[in-house]
């Protein structure tokens, strides 16, 4: 039998903190009632409710939006405020009051109660829970951060971000690492209003803010009375933090790779966590609304999330896009990761033209290690053992002659791979657990051959032996050798890390693709930074720890589109400390129109089958942070400036008004309807899918330069299409002036383009070179692949 608490739902008025209440009535042991009486049946779901109208002040009935949104809940439930009194604990069905970010809250609800509430007339729509997933000691001289010595290059002009706030929205926080050692810093700008859970030994001026957010699954808590603290067993947040704004930690390496100072991008900028991911749950989009809502409130200049849905979401459906729209009309920047199911297409996430979306790249930093054969061959790979590493000679060669994998330890038993090297390919278990079952039955190392669809991009990781990872060619290369050799020998070379490496950056493999599939006008992703191997502090190694000795501070190396957000994020950051006053709109801008197109041996950026890298996976280029500090000419917006554009794809005024949320609501048919192709974006993407096969962007830009100058465009674009540009010539008499132009994009024969075609544009100016990708589509969206895992 239910218990009959789970009927009611009705709550008491609030007061006037009631928006930090119900976020507090489980956090504060005080405030704390226990729950474990409240007996969950399963019939319960969590629901994000958008509301229809809009919270008006009343000091005699609704003194706050947490009061009001109690009070619509409590409308549909079917007994009175007694409810509360008799169980504490149906106080959590209201699980979160949104402020800011939407007009709404989060709830949990029985179907009966919804289908009730439906039938209001405040309702809009309710979306049932959703759940997301979490997708340096060399980046800073490679993206010239550093000069000869510390605190030169472009530190030297941004004080490091000094006095800036980056928001990270992750999986928790190792608080205690030394990357968030507040030593030497100035306390955080007036403006903090934050709060961090740790105590005050742990909390800092450079950790200035970490808190939980564990409210949607609070019933879960039974009777738990301490605040739960964003700590996690997992490396994710303490990496992705590390790497924004890390401390400089001398003597970091992985087992001796990699040794130097770590530093995130902006080395003193501060830091506020917010944990919305957990391992048991995912990231919950309840969760990551409500850490967005309080980050704002806080005073973050600088918000970084590397998250995402597994799928493409609506605008007005997605927490990241509803939470970035109310970011950057706060003026608060945000940086997101595009995704790591690459390299097909149509696999990027976080679309929307507000946020900068983010994918990886490699750096020009190797961690060397070869095969060397028993015919002498040697063969290059990759590894993080230690480079001082023997391996005693030239070992027995075998391989894994039942699926190859590595993982049936009953099997390698009975073949004997004591002493011996094994093959195996990458694929099943993670291949730290390969190594340490092959540890267990006396292996000597370990082989690890690459997936193709990596081409020669290695992902290397700390192992329990021996291991070097080879790209697949080579990996084919040592199969044919054990095929055709009776008593096939090898051994290892371990020849630590290498620099400069030329062909560097390239596309990651694994970071999503193009085109949008929200907006197919908005090119996305808007750029790529840094995101194979970065090194960067972690709670621990997984995995490795209780097979290895391995020095504390600790730090590991990662990679994902998770690790090139932050990098973004940081950079960012250097760009708010020089320059205040500038809108997010003006900091993507500044990135986007100077990022580079080509790699250190200054021809085009690679992808990994060894082509030139499209635009749908390169988007504006490689981030280029020196450059983006002076770009010359901006994009600029304002928040309202997307409505027209929303209209434009046909959201219905409901849809609009949730993702603009708090401004005033808005008529699609009172406003001029804005085409995809005319938002004042960096980045130029037209369809052309209908005769006569044409079309127009416009475009308005600012001076942020020489306060005289005149720009002159240059054009590169295939002979299948033909560009105009009107005026050819911008001539600027003063700083912040703002000036307009056309781009018309024709097919040159007038007949419809057989596939996309890729071009860029360029205002330059003496040393200014303000660069545009063009991307022309047909209007075809490439068929997505399944759905895999990241």
Same mark, same amino acid.
């Given at each position: 039998?239910? %218990? ?28 704390? #009632?226990?729950?474990?009486?409240? !007996? ?5 779901? %969590? ?12 000091? %005699? ?18 007994? =009175? ?13 209201? @699980? ?33 829970? $959703?759940?997301?997933? /979490?997708?340096? +000691? ?27 706030? @980056? *928001? ?17 810093? $100035? ?6 209003? *934050? ?5 005050? +030994? ?72 917010? $944990? ?63 995704? !790591?199911?690459?390299? =097909? ?11 900068? #979306? ?36 030239? /070992? ?11 993982? !049936? ?62 790209? !697949? ?27 400069? +490496? ?30 194979? %191997? ?11 720890? $209780? ?13 994902? +589109? ?24 003006? @900091? ?142 911008? #001539? ?17 024969? *007038?007949?419809?383009?057989? *596939? ?35």
């Amino acid at each position: 039998m239910d %218990n009959p608490i789970h009927k009611r739902c009705t709550l008491p008025s609030l007061g006037p903190h009631a928006a930090a209440a119900v976020l507090l009535l489980l956090l504060s042991p005080a405030a704390v #009632t226990p729950v474990a009486s409240h !007996n969950d049946h399963g019939e319960h779901k %969590n629901y994000l409710v958008i509301v229809r109208s809009k919270y008006e002040y009343d000091k %005699n009935l609704h003194k706050n939006v947490s009061s009001w949104h109690a009070s619509l809940l409590s409308s549909v439930c079917d007994t =009175a405020k007694e409810a509360l009194e008799a169980d504490p604990s149906a106080m959590t069905r209201l @699980i979160y009051s949104y402020r800011s970010v939407v007009n709404g809250f989060a709830a949990r609800m029985t179907p009966e109660e919804l289908e009730k509430m439906s039938k209001m007339e405040w309702f809009d729509r309710a979306l049932p829970e $959703q759940t997301f997933h /979490l997708l340096t +000691t060399r980046t800073p001289q490679m993206l010239g951060l550093m000069g000869g010595s510390r605190g030169g290059g472009l530190w030297n002009t941004s004080n490091m971000g000094e006095g800036v706030i @980056i *928001g990270i929205l992750d999986d928790g926080i190792y608080a205690g690492h030394p990357s968030f050692d507040g030593a030497g810093m $100035q306390p955080p700008p007036a403006k903090w209003k *934050g709060r961090c859970d740790f105590n005050k +030994t742990v909390c800092n001026k450079k950790l200035i803010g970490a808190r939980s957010y564990f409210e949607s699954a609070k019933w879960k808590w039974k009777g738990l009375r301490d605040p739960v603290l964003p700590i996690s067993e997992g490396q994710h947040g303490t990496h992705t933090s590390s790497t924004a704004a890390g401390a400089f930690v001398p003597n970091a390496s992985v087992f001796g790779n990699g040794l130097g100072t770590a530093t995130g991008m902006a080395p003193r900028a501060h830091i506020a966590f917010y $944990q919305v991911c957990y391992q048991d749950k995912g990231c919950d989009r309840d969760d990551i609304l409500a850490a967005v809502d309080d980050a704002i409130e806080d005073g973050v200049d600088i918000l970084s999330l590397s998250l995402g849905h597994e799928d493409a979401i609506d605008f007005s459906d997605d927490p990241v896009s509803l939470g970035g729209y109310t970011a950057i009309l706060n003026g608060v920047f945000i940086c997101a990761a595009a995704g !790591n199911t690459g390299p =097909a297409p149509a696999t990027l996430v976080n679309e929307a033209p507000w946020l900068l #979306t983010v994918g990886a790249s490699t750096t020009d930093r190797r961690f060397l290690a070869s095969v060397k054969l028993g015919d002498n061959v040697e063969l290059d790979g990759e590894s993080l053992n230690d480079p001082n590493t023997t391996m005693g000679g030239l /070992l027995p060669l075998v391989r894994d002659m039942s699926d190859g994998q590595c993982l !049936n330890g009953n099997v390698l038993k009975a073949e004997n791979v004591t002493g011996k090297i094994i093959i195996c390919e990458a694929g099943g278990d993670v291949s730290t657990a390969k190594a340490r079952m092959l540890k267990s039955i006396g292996a000597a190392g370990m082989i690890m051959v690459t997936p193709e669809v990596f081409g020669p991009v290695i992902i290397p990781r700390p192992h329990a032996i021996p291991t070097v990872q080879v790209p !697949n060619a080579a990996g084919q290369k040592i199969k044919a050798y054990l095929k055709k050799t009776r008593d096939a020998t090898a051994t290892f070379v371990f020849k630590g890390a290498a620099f400069n +490496t030329p062909k560097s950056p390239m596309v990651a493999p694994f970071s999503s693709r193009g085109p949008n599939r929200r907006s197919r006008g908005i090119l996305k992703p808007d750029l790529i930074g840094p995101g194979v %191997n970065i090194l960067a502090g972690v709670p621990s190694i997984e995995d490795v720890d $209780q097979l290895r000795n391995a020095p504390v501070p600790r730090f590991d190396i990662k990679s994902g +589109t998770s690790m090139a957000a932050p990098h973004l994020s940081g950079i960012a950051a250097l760009i708010k400390h020089a320059h205040p006053n500038w809108s997010p709109a003006v @900091i993507k801008s500044a990135l986007m129109t100077t990022a580079e197109p080509t790699d250190n041996l200054r021809k085009p950026i690679l992808d990994v089958n060894g082509r030139t890298a499209t635009l749908l996976a390169l988007g504006a280029g490689h981030v280029n942070p020196k450059r983006a500090m002076d770009p010359g000419l901006v994009y600029n917006m304002t928040a309202k400036g997307y409505v027209p554009y929303l209209c434009g794809l046909n959201y219905t005024d409901d849809k609009v008004n949730t993702i603009i949320y708090p401004e005033p609501p808005v008529s699609c048919a009172n406003l001029s309807r804005l085409e995809q192709d005319d938002l004042n974006y960096p980045s130029i993407s037209v369809i052309l899918d209908q005769p006569p096969f044409t079309a127009t962007a416009n475009r308005s830009v600012t001076n942020v330069g020489a306060a005289s100058s005149t720009y002159v465009v240059e054009v590169n674009v295939p002979a299948s299409v033909t560009v105009e540009v009107n005026p050819t010539k911008l #001539t600027f008499k003063a700083l912040e002036e703002v000036l307009n132009y056309s781009v018309t994009i024709k097919s040159a024969n *007038g007949q419809a383009l057989t *596939g996309p075609v890729e071009g860029e544009m360029k205002w330059v100016s003496g040393k200014y070179v303000v660069r545009s990708p063009i991307h022309v589509t047909t209007g075809a969206l490439p068929p997505a692949p399944a759905t895999r895992k990241p």
